[in-house]
């Protein structure tokens, strides 16, 4: 069965720290993983969109990570912001007619 | 660009009554998908339409669940009867053509949240 698991499930940090979310899925055969951003109340964003071929992927602040032999991702936020409070969703696709499998997500709370 | 656009934004009614969900996706786009999000299983797709037509409806969890889209700006989510374990937030999203197979990038509404009383 194809799944997609984060942790942590939840997470506080200081404004200003980093921070890594983790991403392991099973779904194969595997085309793409990209990580999503969606604020309280709002919809997902995208952040990245990576391909098998694809290690890391930068996006301002955030960098993503992608190991396709062990099947993980991770995410990785620099130089934490009171905006980046929010629910971090990372989704996998297999093959290019398969649906995307979520994970359900990191709550990422950043404090002053 | 106003993106996805869906209402209502909130939704509160009584088991077995008729709700009907409304999205307009962005304008050019001919793919839409239908999401419920919960806090036990994330997100879930229900069904998803390209070019207006129904291509993958597995994800409706059953008969008291339909939708339509009779126009490539406008897209409905009906549940008849709504009973409370259907309480959940329900996203659209769309996608530009030519990206539906590898590296689509969905762009979601901001949802409807529904409560069953």
């Known amino acids: 069965k194809n799944q997609v698991e984060q942790s942590p499930q939840s997470l506080i940090i200081l404004e200003g720290k980093n921070c890594t979310l983790q991403c392991n899925y099973t779904v194969s055969p595997f085309s793409n993983l990209r990580w999503y951003k969606q604020d309280t109340g709002r919809g997902p964003v995208s952040l990245t969109i990576?391909?098998?071929?694809?290690n890391t992927k930068s996006n301002g602040r955030y960098t993503a990570t992608l190991d396709a032999d062990t099947k993980q991702s991770s995410l990785h936020i620099t130089a934490s912001q009171l905006s980046d409070s929010a629910s971090y969703i990372c989704?996998?696709?297999?093959?290019?007619?398969?649906?995307?499998?979520f994970g359900t997500g990191t709550r990422l709370q950043v404090t002053l | 660009d106003a993106g996805v656009i869906q209402s209502p934004r909130h939704e509160v009614t009584e088991m077995g009554q008729e709700v009907t969900l409304r999205c307009k996706p962005i304008?050019?786009?001919?793919?839409l998908f239908w999401y419920r999000q919960t806090m036990m299983r994330g997100l879930e797709l229900l069904i998803y339409?390209?070019?207006?037509?129904?291509?993958?409806d597995s994800g409706m969890p059953e008969d008291r669940f339909s939708a339509k889209m009779p126009n490539a700006s406008f897209s409905t989510l009906k549940i008849q009867p709504s009973e409370p374990r259907d309480s959940a937030v329900y996203f659209c999203?769309?996608?530009?053509?030519?990206?539906?197979?590898?590296?689509?990038?969905?762009?979601f509404g901001s949802g409807t949240q529904l409560s069953v009383l």
């Open positions: 304008s050019g786009h001919n793919s």
């Open positions: 339409f390209n070019n207006n037509v129904p291509i993958d």
């Open positions: 990576m391909t098998f071929s694809e």
């Open positions: 999203a769309s996608s530009p053509p030519g990206q539906l197979s590898v590296k689509e990038k969905l762009f």
């Open positions: 989704v996998v696709r297999g093959g290019t007619a398969s649906k995307l499998t």
